[in-house]
């Protein structure tokens, strides 16, 4: 799931922050990459930002149904500047947790969950394009 946005990285990464939030989401994890590679291999790249979201409601859903579905929690979500007016916002699509359902039952239970939170984040790419200056 993506979109590319006319916004430099930092207004993006807010906006992502505050869409995330009308999404239903909160922000459990940051991982700066730059940053990160930075300190611990020496190298440039561009500034690159992996934030954590999770629904509580949805991630209890799963887990009750499927409790290895932790592995996948929480949904990342990915802000990249391509250059200094353009950012790359990529999310990962939570139906991929289907493929640890199981069983018929566990399986449409978790297929309820991801279509969710895919709803969700579709919804936050979608308003994020159109919110493009």
Known sequence: MRTTVRRPYEGT???VRDELVEAGFGVLTEVDLRATLKKKLDVDVAPQVILGACRPQLAHQALQVEPAIATLLPCNVVVRALDEETTVVEA??????VTLGGGDEAGE?????ATDARERLSAMLARLEEGTD
């Open 13 to 15: 990464v807010a906006r």
């Open 92 to 97: 990962f699509d939570p139906r991929a947790m």
């Open 109 to 113: 239970a978790l297929r309820e969950v």
